[in-house]
């Protein structure tokens, strides 16, 4: 083993330069993972088109040109136009800040609620945690797509006639704009069949890490309780979160299209590549290019969420940093 | 170690009728409420200075004793007193100067550091929260725990998954002297290591008793450890102590039956008197703690149960000066 | 007695991401029927993995480089799977240290303990369950028949591995291959089971191969013994050789480590300083040496062969050693070496 110089600092001198270390060490783990980094690329571009697409699109993407409807892939359109000759590309790039919007908001409203809940039912116990752990498995015992459905044919209407209402008695013209009660909506199917994997999860990490011996080791120190939660439980807690967070987002993004696959997603204008991907279907055998687009980003996005997932899950976990 | 005059020194922990009850479901589905005894009216002192050994087989009851006598469990019922004070009924912000006296090594080195956190921060921790030193003076006193433990103090940086097994009981040791405690629980510290290792940790523990001046509970199954470790030593079976005695009065004239066929259990390292010595087995099995035997728990599995075993529990008493026991038949 | 059980320079390594663990590295030894063999050594050793490779029950990463296993002179390793499978539990029986995890807990003991009698000898399924209930009556557990309907969780720790011994002794095997057997198992029950296997032993004449980190219960139980350090045979000797006169400086060190019964107390342990060497490189020097206080040069240059040692007082007493440790007076407390 080689030895280090002790250079005291502040604070002990150590928990900054720990904390770096430890991260430090899970990122160069997760660096050496081959397959988790080709999946960082597509994902940090994802988020780029989300934050840059409106600038990068050559095309609006709600201009219709009726010269060029079902134009073929060409130099003017690169992945053609669809049918009320809308580019493509443009439509796509767009869509990538749908992806992002519904993916990080989903899964924060989410895992906001499923800390709360995972977090009160772990650490008090008893009647509580039955009542959450009942409430997870309801929920999760309901088909997700049959759940967003039933949510949107019977919150849909009311919640339209809610806007109107206010438009009437504020004539303020955000209520106007229909497309947030799909947004809502959407976000709120997502949150409510996302919310109870991040509650068990949370749960099952605090029980656990509740019994190890580093736990009772820091009772027996006589720390305070808060001490121990901030010191010992979460930070042991945040490597399957993270793991989590990082599928969910994938996760969610895949859920959003089967919504609008289904016609219970994010409504036009705004494009959404399940959206795009259930009209493509329909003229698949005459326009592939339609279908070909959405479908390959789609494709793309997941497979390197999951490649993320699997590298963060291995750099994370300090059982396999021995070897 | 100074066995003769630790008979006379005072009790620095002393247990009363401690009893710890737990509550589980049992059956297929938990239908049925049951109560494991692990622990039931035990009493025993550990006087200042000295090891006390504590052994038993699994389930006995003997790390649930530890638990319980620092608060770590809530005893059921029974008292423990520290430096003759009482502990039982403390709440955990009245605990927390007495925690810092009465400390615990546990078994399983690996599962008790946090995975996160640098040895030297863990061993830093009590020094924090004790305001015992902070900032250079805590980083010294961090070395110098490392070097009373037989670690190079460079190793502060470094995180419990590089290390061995030993290696990390070290640190826990050092965590545990990092508050400067005059007692410690020793919780079967060594069962999860190598042989060799074992005997380090041991003569470890032994050379800081001497510098420190610490007391010990020391609970192992080992029954030739505990002879080389404690000064006296007491026997639990299924929750109760059964004899306590100085080591040697233990180990060469066993008064209960349990004491005696733990001690013919032991494996002798010497092949010829292997051979020679009578193999006397004890038959049966531990009983299981929800449903403890009436009367002396030994009494299904013992050779010399009579008339009143099965029914009277056997009081504990001093058979000879300084030697306690549980037994009818004594 | 012949030679029952001949292995010959047997090399297992396991592939890891960084490139190879050397685990076993040219071990060689005989078994003769009858015979009980321990083999000592702390974790890590290789003393498992040594006999895992007999029955090539090893998990994918690892790989037999090396080496024979005769079994009355067949070699095991150039066995088919289907061969193989008639040897296991056939002519080799196993048990294991965990008697929790060893048994499968959703079938009943009757039909685990019946499965090997049908498969290997052929027997009707009422036919072995009766051998079967006959079986746990051998290994003293009563009331056979009615038990052969329970499941593992009935049984206790030390009633499972009864069980297991059961199981394993049901094709009256020519070895028996114990991989540290009361390692888990309070020291009662561990005096239970070692006369046990000890009485089946002598009725039956099978060869037992005891793997154990306790060189207490070696004394007892061994005709002779093997000490592993680092995948190398280090030491090879009659039982009662080994123990009054070791020739290993690591044998000397494991026997300074161990408290006793019997003697003085307030003593010191003598300790074998540091903790042993990762196995990632085929050593070209003793693997012992950095933690022993017996080293001359030559031992950090060259590594020694396992040979018989000089003036032997029993046969086959053998050493991997370059120094005569008889011939060294070390300084009081020297063996107690630091970290």
Known sequence: ?323 | MSQTDSSNRAPLVRVENLTKHFSVRIGAYGETKATVHALDEVSFDVRRGETLGLVGESGCGKSTAGLTLLQLHRPTSGKVYFEEKEVTGLSEKEMRPLRRRMQIIFQDPYSTLSPRMTIGNAIGEPLWLHELASGREAQERISRLLNDVGLNPAFAFRYPHEFSGGQRQRVCIARALACEPEFIVCDEPISALDVSIQAQIINLLQDLQEEYDLTYLFIAHDLAVVRHISDRVAVMYLGRVVEMAPKERLFDNPLHPYTNALLLSVPVPNPRQERQREHIVIQGNVPSAISPPSGCRFHPRCPLAFEPCDHVVPEWREAEPGHWVACHAV | MSVLLDVQDLQTRFQVRKGYVYAVNGVSFQLDQGDTLAVVGESGCGKSVTMLSLVRLLPPAASIENGQVLLRGEDLLQLNLRQLRDVRGGEIGMIFQDPMTSLNPFINIGTQMAEPLIYHRGMSKSEALARSAELLGMVGIPDGEARLREYPHQFSGGMRQRVMIAMSMSCEPAVLIADEPTTALDVTIQAQIVELVKELRDRSGVAVIWITHDLSVVAGIADRVIVMYAGYIVEEAPVDALFEDPRHPYTVGLMGALPSLAGETGTRLTTIGGSPPDLVDLPDFCPFHPRCPYAIDRCRKENPMLEPVIDASDGGHRAACWVDIREVELEAGAAAGSV
């Open chain 1, 1 to 323: 083993m080689t030895t280090q110089e002790i250079t005291p600092t502040d604070d002990f001198g150590i928990a900054e330069a720990s904390r770096t270390n430890l991260w430090k060490d899970a990122f160069a783990r997760l660096a050496a993972n081959k397959l988790a980094v080709i999946g960082i690329i597509p994902i940090v571009l994802l988020f780029f088109i989300a934050i840059f697409g409106p600038y990068l699109t050559p095309y609006d993407f709600l201009a219709q040109d009726f010269t060029a409807r079902l134009a073929a892939p060409s130099s003017e359109h690169w992945l053609g136009t669809d049918e009320l000759g809308r580019d493509v590309f443009s439509r796509i790039l767009y869509g990538a800040r749908t992806a992002v919007a519904v993916g990080l908001v989903s899964t924060a409203i989410s895992l906001i609620v499923g800390l709360i809940m995972g977090s009160l039912a772990g650490y008090l116990g008893g009647r509580v945690d039955m009542l959450v752990v009942w409430l997870t498995d309801m929920t999760r015992s309901m088909p997700a797509l049959l759940l967003a459905i039933v949510i949107n044919l019977t919150l849909k209407v009311p919640l339209e006639a809610w806007m109107e209402q206010m438009y009437l008695a504020t004539k303020n013209g955000f209520f106007r704009q229909t497309m947030w009660v799909d947004l809502v909506l959407v976000f709120g199917a997502l949150a409510l069949i996302q919310w109870p994997g991040y509650a068990r999860l949370i749960r099952g990490q605090i029980l656990s890490i509740r019994s190890r011996n580093y736990v009772l080791a820091a009772r027996a120190l006589g720390m305070p309780t808060g001490r121990i939660l901030t010191r010992y439980v979460i930070p042991n807690a945040m490597g399957p979160l993270i793991v989590a967070v990082s599928a969910g987002l994938g996760g969610a993004m895949v859920l959003e299209s089967a919504f609008s696959f289904l016609g219970v997603g994010v409504q036009l204008p705004i494009p959404s590549w399940g959206k795009m991907i259930s009209d493509g279907l329909r003229m698949w055998q005459t326009h592939p290019y339609l279908l070909a687009g959405p479908a390959v980003m789609m494709a793309i996005i997941t497979v390197s969420f999951a490649w993320l997932g699997d590298g963060l899950n291995d750099a994370l976990n300090p059982r396999q940093w021995g070897g």
